[in-house]
């Protein structure tokens, strides 16, 4: 792309876009920009990416064609309040905040700008990450596409409607602090039985990303590849038997649907 791209915001998930935009040469690094007042953070990226860093949020939304609010979600206002004068009238504003909507953000600007409102998680920090998109109507079908583009240049990402953004934050949001968990459990019990632990901390991860990559690219129901791995009277049926006496699929289900309410008041 030709345009230029700028963060406000020097964080993980900022950090881990640049790094996904970069290694795919959608945006050279001279048009990269990113603003943040942590002058450590800033050094870490110029020296990571090579792109121009500023502790000026002006410099930012000056010069930049899509705009990335890499930003806590209390800090929207503040930061919008500095820029919203200053960002071109055709600027692309992709917000990554939870409870952030695009009506919201509309506002804080006071004047009708395109927004895209994206709901990523922290795999993206290793090229994995899960995206969820959308976008208020003034963004064109190329526009989307191209930020689309951008989320996949680490991970996959998915259009869905803004009203299942709250579901979103459950299912791929704050999944993966259920799946670490997971394996975190698997490996407790694999040194209970005696095997060491980075050993069993390496099979239950390793396991989770096979069976994982399973799901996605073999396009089998979970119910079916489950079965296939549960031989009559085996050992692994056995597993599945105590995982339900003892309410597993409940508990995944409950703890997410308090999630998704949390995110819905955090919304309002």
């Known amino acids: 792309m030709n345009k230029r791209i700028g963060f406000i915001g020097c964080g993980n998930m900022g950090q881990a876009i640049i790094g996904g935009i970069i290694k795919s040469n959608m945006f050279s690094p001279e048009n990269i920009i990113i603003g943040d007042l942590n002058t450590k953070s800033l ?44 960002v071109k009238d055709d600027v692309i504003v992709v917000t990554i905040a ?39 109507e003034v963004v064109t079908k190329e526009e989307l596409e191209g930020i689309i583009d951008i989320f996949e240049s680490f991970g996959k990402a998915e259009i869905v409607n803004e009203n299942l ?6 299912v791929s949001g704050s999944s993966p602090a259920y799946v670490y968990m997971f394996i ?10 005696g095997m060491p632990r980075d050993q069993a901390y390496k099979m239950a991860a390793q396991a989770v990303l096979g069976a994982a990559k399973m799901v996605l690219e073999t396009g089998i129901h979970p119910g079916k590849l489950k079965d296939m791995v549960c031989s ?32 819905i008041k955090m919304s309002k």
């Open 43 to 86: 050094e870490v990226a110029n020296e990571k990416y090579s792109i121009r860093t500023t502790t000026d949020n002006n410099e930012v939304a000056k010069e930049t064609d899509i705009l990335v609010l890499s930003i806590k979600p209390n800090l929207y206002k503040v930061v919008i309040d500095g820029i919203k004068d200053l």
């Open 184 to 193: 975190e459990a698997m490996a407790d019990a694999a040194v209970l039985d």
């Open 98 to 136: 939870a409870g952030k909507d695009i009506k919201g953000t509309e506002e804080m600007f006071g004047r009708k700008l395109k927004i895209v409102r994206v709901m990523p998680n922290t795999p993206a920090l290793v090229g994995e990450g899960m995206s969820a998109i959308c976008a208020n």
């Open 165 to 170: 953004m709250d579901v979103v934050t459950s």
């Open 232 to 263: 009559p009277g085996g050992t692994t049926i056995e597993a599945v038997a105590t995982l339900e006496e003892k309410g597993f699929r409940t508990a995944v289900i409950s703890a997410m649907r308090e999630c998704t309410k949390k995110s």
